[in-house]
């Protein structure tokens, strides 16, 4: 039953890759021609719709709650389903995820991060579904892992965070010195599963003090929220001589834990999550002292890999047929004016990333578009030069 389920999903894969790639013209000479025929008729591209599978591990995560809201707004211009997971306990329940949406008929599985490394990839392509890896999950294939998989037709490669991480660790523990904290509770997250992300995180953190000769004391708070996991929250912010928190300290986690503890005192610095609302609020309550966060709207890079793959325009993709990974970027915000001036970008209807921006990037409506177009989409930081881009179309 089993390898008829496989085969049929394979199959229906399959037909959904050519249709999307024999559903287009030819463009004129002179670049677009007439691209009618790429939309659907409500307007949004492309023609059919496209399926895609997100594995979820922390459904209150802020760059999962970020991340949704920006393809609810995608969703007036593209032609595209997400199928999120409920939250994923194991490893098991994420092939099973994979495996129902291929059932479902998703043509690719894009996530934020997972924790079963190239497994995730062999079963996506038994499948013969694409898979396209957000920013933590990808640190798990590089190195000797990435020269195994970078031909693989499946893995259509995505964004990492590359030394963001630990650089991220870095800045808070350089913030921390400066302030002269002397002891300090590091949330490590899932550095004690060798999540690598984490790891990196936390090699950020503790060999930036190790390296200044600085001597602070850290007490780690490993894992992720649970009812144990809060316990020993509480417990280290009972400690009196507690000068600071970090690590995996989102407000979702924090905020609630150090105002029933009536610690205002507290230096507050977030290395993780993204811009989002509760972020920006509390960052703008004084609560956070600095924040070190992740513009969401990158995801839009694995959208347009991935449709540019399934109309055949692979070039676009992998320039020299193998994977690509390009490099992300955080931001690093010690003052609220400057994380509001992209959150208002970002919420305002114009978007870092907007709709348009992604459409002139793919190859079927925009023939000269290149691999490199892409790398300046997902590089250009600066914010003038981004409305610049935006009033161009």
């Known amino acids: 039953m089993k390898k008829m389920k496989r085969l049929f999903a394979i199959l229906l894969a399959m037909t959904m890759v050519f249709s999307f790639a024999a559903c287009g013209g030819n463009a004129d000479a002179n670049g677009k021609g007439d691209?009618?025929?790429?939309?659907?008729?409500d307007g949004r591209y492309p023609a059919k719709?496209?399926?895609?599978?997100?594995?979820?591990?922390?459904?209150?995560?802020s760059s999962i709650i970020a991340t949704k809201a920006y393809y609810d707004y995608l969703d007036d211009y593209l032609n595209i389903e997400m199928v999120y997971s409920e939250a994923l306990a194991s490893a098991e329940d994420e092939i099973a995820f994979i495996e129902n949406c291929a059932v479902a008929g998703c043509v690719a599985i894009t996530g934020s991060y997972d924790v079963i490394g190239s497994s995730v990839l062999d079963t996506v392509a038994e499948y013969g579904m694409y898979y396209l890896m957000g920013p933590a999950d990808i640190t798990l294939m590089q190195g000797e892992l990435y020269e195994q998989y970078k031909n693989s037709e499946y893995w259509l490669g995505g964004y990492t965070q590359g030394n963001s991480n630990y650089n991220a660790s870095k800045l808070a523990a350089e913030y921390l010195m400066e302030k002269g904290v002397k002891k300090a509770c590091y949330a490590?997250?899932?550095?004690?599963?060798?999540v690598e992300m984490f790891v990196a995180a936390k090699?950020?953190?503790?060999?930036?003090?190790q390296n200044a000769g600085y001597e602070m004391e850290i007490v780690e708070l490993p894992g992720f929220p649970s009812d144990e996991w809060f316990a020993a929250q509480a417990s280290i912010l009972a400690d009196p001589t507690i000068e600071a928190v970090t690590g995996l300290a989102t407000p979702n986690f924090w905020a609630q834990a150090l105002?029933?503890?009536?610690?205002?005192d507290i230096i507050w610095v977030c290395p993780s999550g993204s811009l989002d609302e509760t972020n920006l609020t509390t960052f703008g309550s004084g609560a956070i002292d600095c924040a070190i966060l992740q513009n969401h709207e990158e995801f839009a890079i694995n959208l347009i890999f991935l449709l540019n793959a399934l109309?055949?325009?692979?070039?676009v993709v992998k320039p020299d047929g193998t994977v690509q990974l390009l490099d992300s970027n955080l931001w690093n915000f010690a003052s609220y004016d400057d994380a509001k001036e992209l959150y208002d970008m970002l919420n305002g209807g114009e978007h870092f990333i907007s709709?348009?921006?992604?459409?002139?990037?793919?190859?079927?409506?925009?023939?000269?578009?290149?691999f490199e177009?892409?790398?300046?989409?997902?590089?250009t930081t600066d914010l003038d030069a981004v409305r610049e881009r935006h009033a161009s179309y």
């Open 35 to 41: 691209t009618s025929s790429y939309y659907a008729e």
């Open 49 to 61: 719709t496209i399926k895609i599978g997100v594995p979820v591990y922390d459904e209150t995560d």
């Open 188 to 194: 490590s997250g899932g550095a004690l599963f060798g």
């Open 203 to 209: 090699n950020g953190f503790y060999e930036t003090i």
């Open 259 to 264: 105002s029933n503890a009536g610690r205002d």
């Open 311 to 315: 109309n055949g325009d692979l070039d």
């Open 355 to 370: 709709a348009q921006d992604i459409l002139a990037h793919i190859k079927q409506l925009n023939p000269n578009v290149t």
């Open 373 to 379: 177009d892409i790398d300046k989409l997902m590089h």
